[in-house]
């Protein structure tokens, strides 16, 4: 799948690419990262892609001119047919939060998008009204640009792909993934079988040392619920209401309290 990036910093994700695991779905081109800058888009002899806001304020606002030659280069050298135009998506704080449901969907687009990364007080709304189709957004804070979201897009959406994490069953035991009911992953383990703290020795749960696989996935499970009950209640009220709580896991949170 291909994704257009259109930021005023293309430098930002070269290193990015180029590093990870993940770096084996960018150089296969199983998602194919191509990046524009606006600023090749502008006029005069300083490229200017933004301005002082209508009606005062502090900042600058990015202009829709040179984003809009932007994206007609785009979809010029996409050569899609009218209906079948991948989305324009725009990283903005009005926008939807973005969750592993959403990442499983863009995952799962052959047309895969054209990413927009505003800058400075943002974006000409303008543009954002006559060409943009998605607004994301990571969570109720505000960030300098939306390179940082394009990233977390594109890395969350490269893990997914066959072959890039090695072990295909890997992103089944991530947090959120539907084959875990939507719960949070449980605590990780490994050697050396007690640490030396700072507090003292510490060592790995004994059921996990057993070899017995049935009590170690239980044991698992219970910990999923567990530490979904205490940070997360909504996603325990969520599998409850979708019938993915068995009778055991009912009554283990019961004896949570």
């Known amino acids: 799948m291909r994704f257009d990036v259109v ?32 600023r090749d888009f502008a006029e005069g002899n300083y490229r200017r892609v933004d301005d002082r806001p209508f009606g005062g304020g502090p900042g600058m606002v990015m202009m829709a001119e040179p984003l809009w030659r932007c994206l007609q280069a785009i979809r010029a050298e996409r050569a899609e047919p009218e209906g079948e135009r991948a989305p324009v998506v725009l990283f903005s704080p009005v926008g939807d939060r973005l969750d592993h449901a959403g990442v499983e969907t863009w995952a799962g687009s052959s047309r895969g998008a054209v990413l927009v990364c505003g800058r400075y007080e943002g974006i000409d709304q303008r543009f954002i009204d006559a060409c943009v189709d998605v607004q994301l957004s990571l969570g109720d804070f505000v960030l300098s640009g939306g390179e940082i979201p394009a990233m977390a897009l594109l890395d969350a959406v490269a893990r997914l792909q066959p072959g890039v994490l090695g072990d295909e069953g890997s992103h089944q035991q991530d947090s959120f993934n539907p084959a875990l009911d939507g719960l949070l992953d449980s605590p990780h383990f490994t050697r050396p079988e007690v640490w030396q703290g700072p507090q003292g020795p510490l060592g790995v749960p004994p059921v996990l040392l057993g070899g017995h696989h049935e009590r170690i996935e239980r044991h698992r499970r219970e910990q999923r619920l567990a530490l979904t009950a205490r940070q997360r209640p909504d996603l325990i009220a969520r599998a409850r209401a979708e019938g993915r709580l068995g009778p055991d896991d009912e009554r283990f949170l019961r004896g949570l309290g």
């Open 7 to 38: 930021t005023l910093f293309p430098e930002l994700f070269e290193p990015f690419q180029a590093h990870g695991i993940n770096r084996r779905a960018f150089e296969s081109k199983q998602v194919d990262v191509r990046l524009w800058n606006p």
